[in-house]
């Protein structure tokens, strides 16, 4: 089959992968103020909802194929200008029940995504065969007797995604590159390779509907 | 002389009678003379020796642009043609040739003196001075632009013809290029710099613009260069510390099948659609033939998948299985570091930065 891309508004997609060969580095930048003064206690203010993302991660442009499409895309990014959607790595969901073709929920294993969620979240699914599927979140339904999160979407799934398939359900982020300079190391002609930084544009999902 | 007499005839003919032309000019400049009257170029020119009688410079028609005769605008003026040099990227010795041509028709000139405006990097070589122009009659100087001199050519040389002083302006790039490729025992990096102009609130929100619409590039690497050569490319990184370099994107390396010396197309083996600089960024190749240390920089005209075409001719003669042909940018040396490994060799880790010149 081929991707199905739903609910990513004018922002497009890196589909690369990182290289695990060295692990991608995650932080988490707090939004909070801290004030202190000598002798009184410490106050905490928020200033958003949920912290931010970055990301650190090395990939490996093995072939002119995936080296043409990383410059290509650096230059539509035009550095640390223009937002797209980047897939976090990391399994953010585990599936609990099979979803069939057309199905409009995922039930997942229960891990408290609820207390996050705040309405702009995208999950992908990354198919065995490199597919890729999007949709916007639109509810989180926690249930405790069944121990799992009901993650409601649409449009429908265009294809069956079983527990047995073992994809990966994780969650994309709505970046920019963090840094203005990209140095390919030049392994040989075809093979190159780079380390880049990413950081989450918290205020800007509410531009891609 | 010819194409731009040529041009003006053309234009002004379509501008009187589009479709109208019959006439054919085959008489001297001096014999011409011509009816006083309505031009129309339905009927013929009336032209012909009539003694005592020599047509005004700029007769009674130039009142009128559109139906001026192009011989209205030829004579009684000193024609220096080509007037302007534009030399582009100065890779090579090269000259060019001027061509004067006294087109007063009853007055005799006097090439009388040439002056110049920072000449570094070329030469003129003019007829003895003074030298008499007769009426019609032509001459030439020929200007020499050396492979060596200021990275950026900006000379302008001054003809006194008649008591009048015509310019000459000269423009190029002087660039220089290493023929010798890096070594791939120390990976070269290529670097694609954005600038982008941010500004975020403390709770991270965002402005954001971006200054450059294509990235600047570095290229990193590191040379392993021993006995004479090394001693030629010290001497050239030396040299060429205020000058532009052609540096190659030495990843996007094609594989020539045929060059051909005089011509301008290049088949290369590999496809130039994986090529994403030379698609994207660049309006230049190099030719590389490192065993005899010679490169050629060449302005790309048009490709396709598997050739090259340039906008001028092929010089050297290559053998194209010691050959490659690489995009190119024009950068300048940011740093050169030079390690001796013996008396003999030595490594020189080099970094090009790219400069955007108007070329």
Redesign the interface.
């Known amino acids: 089959m081929a991707n199905d891309l739903q609910n990513l508004g004018t922002a497009s997609l890196f589909t690369l992968d990182p290289n695990w060969v060295s692990n991608p580095k995650y932080n988490l930048i707090p939004l909070r103020r801290l004030i202190a003064f000598a002798g009184t206690a410490d106050s905490i203010q928020s200033l958003g909802s949920v912290p931010v993302f970055s990301c650190n991660a090395n990939y490996l442009l093995y072939n002119r194929v995936r080296k043409n499409y990383f410059l290509t895309f650096m230059n539509t990014a035009a550095g640390r200008c223009n937002r797209f959607w980047f897939k976090h790595p990391y399994t953010f969901f585990t599936l609990k029940n099979n979803a069939g073709i057309g199905a409009l929920k995922l039930y997942v294993e229960r891990q408290e995504f609820d207390w996050i969620y705040q309405g702009y979240e995208r999950i992908y699914i990354q198919m065995g065969n490199g597919d890729v599927i999007t949709r916007k979140i639109t509810s989180v339904v926690e249930s405790v007797p069944n121990n799992r999160l009901e993650l409601s979407f649409t449009p429908g799934l265009d294809r069956a995604v079983n527990v047995a398939d073992k994809n990966t359900i994780g969650r994309l982020l709505l970046c920019r590159f963090d840094v203005d300079s990209f140095s390919l190391k030049t392994h040989i002609q075809t093979i190159s390779e780079i380390t880049t930084r990413v950081v989450e544009l918290l205020y800007e999902y509410v531009l891609e509907v | 002389m010819t194409t731009k007499y040529g041009l003006l005839l053309n234009s002004l003919y379509q501008a009187d009678t589009p479709g109208a032309l019959t006439h054919t000019y085959n008489r001297t400049f001096r014999d011409l003379t011509f009816k006083e009257g309505v031009y129309n170029t339905d009927t013929p020119l009336e032209c012909g020796e009539k003694d005592g009688y020599i047509p005004p410079a700029l007769g009674p028609r130039m009142y009128g642009i559109m139906g001026a005769r192009p011989e209205d605008f030829m004579f009684e003026r000193i024609w220096i043609i080509p007037n302007e040099i534009n030399a582009k990227l100065i890779t090579a010795t090269d000259t060019y040739t001027i061509a004067l041509w006294n087109a007063f028709q009853r007055e005799n000139k006097v090439f009388s003196a040439v002056s110049s405006l920072t000449p570094d990097g070329t030469a003129i070589t003019t007829p003895t001075l003074p030298y008499n122009l007769q009426p019609t009659a032509e001459g030439q100087v020929v200007i020499t632009i050396y492979k060596t001199g200021p990275s950026i050519q900006q000379t302008t040389y001054y003809l006194t013809i008649g008591g009048v002083i015509y310019e000459i302006p000269i423009r190029g790039l002087r660039v220089m290029a290493l023929a010798k490729l890096l070594n ?1 025992a120390t ?10 102009s ?1 500004f975020q609130s ?5 402005q ?3 200054v ?4 600047n590039r570095t290229l990193k690497g590191e040379y392993l260069v021993q006995s004479t050569y090394g001693q030629q490319l010290l001497n050239r990184i030396q040299y060429g510390h205020d000058k532009l370099f052609a540096v190659p994107i ?4 094609m594989i020539p099948t045929t060059i051909t010396t005089g011509g301008k197309s290049i088949i290369i083996s590999n496809s130039t659609s ?1 090529m ?2 030379f698609i ?1 960024l660049c309006q230049y190749i190099g030719i590389y033939e490192p065993s005899t240390n010679q490169v050629e920089i060449h302005e790309v005209d048009s490709y396709t998948a598997n050739s090259i075409t340039t906008t001028a001719d092929i010089v050297e003669t290559y053998n194209v299985n010691d050959t490659t042909i690489f995009p190119i940018f024009f950068g300048t040396i940011q740093s050169a570091n030079i390690s001796p490994e013996t008396t003999e060799m030595s490594r020189v880790d080099i970094e090009y930065k790219e400069r955007k010149v108007n070329i």
Do not use: G, V
Not at chain 2, 212 to 215: G, H, M, S, T, V
Not at chain 2, 250 to 253: H, L, M, T
């Open positions: 791939w990976e070269p990096e290529i670097t694609y710099d954005f600038e982008t941010i403390e709770r991270l929100k965002e954001r613009r971006s450059r619409d294509i990235p030495i990843d996007e390396a994986d994403w600089n994207n």
